[in-house]
């Protein structure tokens, strides 16, 4: 058997001053949060004037003698006025998640639980029909006594017209009653437009959630807004 050895990949880590769209102070918070979970560490970074590498050295394994993990040529951690400079990286598990799309699924999820504490949501289903028919829904579940179903995205710019007509006939193959829309940024207004004429058509009702909803702007507050086709 051949083997393949090498790849490029690397797991990104980042100083809180390199969060996009976040202050310092909300960027140090959701990163301590995420550490306390186990979902991230914080770390020193080696920036090699030996092999030419950039590396992230977690808190537990830096020392008062620092060295290149890659050559173990000694240097010295990135600094900043203030000492060492802090950076954060997602854990194994967690980074493959957010690789995969994984957390705007599990954030739709949040907010239909916010919503409705009996709320029942399956992120992620693959459908088999007895026609043969095979397709994906992003999420699946009851809330509220309504069966839904819908699609999730990281860009709003994702939902075309082929897509939203594709997203709702699936929704409306499955027999919901009510169809979701989500992503994590803004919901450009003639998609939503278009998602609005053909659940209608289809007498579903539609429940829409950008980022006003999937990353509100006061701690605690999820709101929502239904566009109701009865």
């Excluded at 550490?35 to 977690?58: N, Q």
């Excluded at 907010?111 to 699946?140: K, N, S, T, Y």
Aim: aromatic fraction near 8%; charged fraction near 25%; proline fraction near 4%.
């Amino acid at each position: 058997a051949a083997w393949c050895w090498g790849g490029t990949a690397r797991r990104a880590y980042r100083a809180v001053k390199d969060f996009r769209n976040m202050s310092p102070r909300h960027a140090t918070r959701a990163a301590e949060v995420l550490c306390a979970m186990g979902w991230a560490d914080r770390g020193f970074e080696v920036r090699c004037t030996s092999c030419g590498l950039r590396s992230f050295v977690p808190l537990r394994d830096s020392s008062a003698r620092p060295q290149c993990p890659e050559c173990h040529f000694p240097q010295q951690y990135d600094l900043d006025v203030a000492g060492p400079r802090v950076y954060y990286q997602l854990g194994s598990l967690a980074d493959r998640a957010a690789d995969q799309g994984v957390l705007p699924h599990l954030l739709v999820a949040a907010v239909l639980h916010d919503r409705m504490q009996e709320a029942f949501v399956l992120p992620g289903i693959l459908v088999h029909g007895l026609d043969g028919a095979h397709f994906e829904i992003d999420v699946f579940g009851v809330v509220g006594g309504a069966l839904f179903a819908g699609e999730v995205k990281t860009s709003g710019k994702a939902f075309t017209e082929e897509q939203l007509r594709a997203d709702i006939n699936h929704s409306v193959a499955l027999g919901v009653d009510l169809h979701v829309m989500a992503c994590v940024d803004e919901m450009p207004s003639e998609a939503a437009r278009l998602a609005s004429q053909l659940c209608a058509a289809e007498r579903i009702s539609l429940e829409i959630f950008d980022r006003t909803f999937m990353r509100p702007s006061k701690s605690g507050e999820i709101r929502t807004r239904i566009t109701a086709h009865r």
